[in-house]
């Protein structure tokens, strides 16, 4: 009967100590084989009490477990879920700037939502390079991982089109897909930068710098047009000597708007694409002691604590993340025949706030 011990599994003529039962592999890790040699079991038996299977005997589980331990074995879990057709149990989750702080609250997001379904996150950084994105997601194609989640680098995305194509679920998060169907979740990011332009304006600023992303960034584009609809909306000329873009980093942002606050003319109130260009002009500010006022998109942390009037455009970067990884695992589970056809492409938009700090 199952459990029943009978045989060399109830213990008899069961090795003690090292000698044959305690070999390692080649590679220098105890196998399976070793710990059923060890434990006196076949290696059925020892496979099965380390799945937990309730069938094994308590005496003959706990002989098999003593052994594991004491050769230090440790189960290939990722070779286990390819043999049952599960998959690998990693996501890749493909990041720009990993020295920003909303990728932290994203990466949080997206493992608050995969992690209880056993999936592990693996972050990549691609550093704003195209070229290392596509290196990136090949590379992860080729480890098999159940889906990616990316933040797209620019509007060039067929590399992530091929890993669709190739039957990885994909999905983008704050861009859209561009030239391929693909689920994603995108920040009001229009309307935000318009209504924190417009809050500038109805202060009575009328030059107002733009300090943004790179060109090639749909986020910091569609920031610059919310800012530029902002200004037709109240007769302003869009004067392009207020505008800067392409910095990524605070120390570049810093510089461009000391630029800017060093003009004939300077402006009287600066708008910044995102936090790290934010940080930028406030160093600016202090370091010239301007009185231009400040606003800027993404809210961060200590931004209550600058000791000035600021405006942030503010939305919860966490449940981008949380989003991103709900439609990953809708999309996942779309791949088992049991849970009926492939759902159509989603495309979520989260709304955004103004906050005031410092006022």
């Known amino acids: 009967m199952p459990g029943t011990p009978h045989g060399p599994e109830s213990g008899a003529g069961a090795p ?5 039962a305690a070999r390692e592999s080649r590679s220098g890790k105890a196998t399976l084989r070793d710990v059923a040699e060890r434990a006196g079991v076949s290696a059925m038996t020892a496979s099965r ?14 002989r098999v477990r003593a052994a594991a331990a004491a050769l230090g074995y440790r189960p290939n879990e990722l070779a286990r879920r390819l043999r049952l057709g599960r998959g690998t149990g990693l996501v890749g989750l493909v990041v720009t700037n990993l020295a920003n702080p909303f990728y932290s609250r994203l990466a949080l997001g997206v493992d608050a939502v995969l992690a209880p379904d056993g999936l592990k996150t693996v972050i ?12 990136l997601v090949a590379d992860l194609v080729g ?34 897909p561009e030239g391929f169907a693909a ?9 935000g930068a318009r209504d924190a332009t417009a809050r500038l304006i109805a202060r009575g600023h009328r030059r107002i710098g733009f ?26 000329p869009a004067d392009e000597r207020y505008v800067r873009q392409g910095q990524t980093q605070p120390h570049q942002a810093e510089r461009a708007a000391a630029a800017l606050l060093r003009l004939p003319d300077p402006p009287t109130a600066l708008f910044c694409s995102n936090n790290r260009n934010t940080i930028g002009a406030f160093r600016a500010l202090r370091a010239t002691r301007s009185a231009a006022a400040l606003a800027g998109f993404d ?24 989003e991103a990884g709900r439609l990953l695992r809708a999309r996942t589970r ?22 005031e700090y410092g006022g």
């Open 299 to 322: 809210d961060f942390e200590l931004a209550d604590a600058l000791g000035l009037p600021l405006t942030l455009v503010a939305y919860d970067s966490d449940e981008l993340g949380r």
């Open 334 to 355: 779309a791949h088992d025949p049991a849970t009926g056809p492939p759902p159509s492409t989603r495309r979520v938009v989260l709304a955004t706030e103004l906050v």
């Open 16 to 20: 003690e100590g090292g000698g044959p």
């Open 124 to 135: 990549g950084n691609t550093r704003q390079d195209l070229d290392a994105e596509r290196d």
């Open 143 to 176: 480890r098999r991982v159940d889906g990616i989640i990316a933040v797209p680098a620019g509007d060039d995305q067929r590399h992530l089109a091929a890993a669709a194509a190739e039957g990885v679920p994909v999905v983008l998060a704050s861009r859209p």
């Open 211 to 236: 300090l943004g992303s790179p060109p090639a960034v749909y986020t910091g584009t569609e920031r610059l047009r919310g800012y530029r609809s902002a200004l037709a909306a109240a007769g302003l």
């Open 183 to 191: 689920d994603c979740v995108l920040v009001d990011d229009f309307g």
């Open 49 to 62: 009490v380390l799945r937990d299977d309730p069938r094994v005997h308590p005496a003959t589980r706990d």
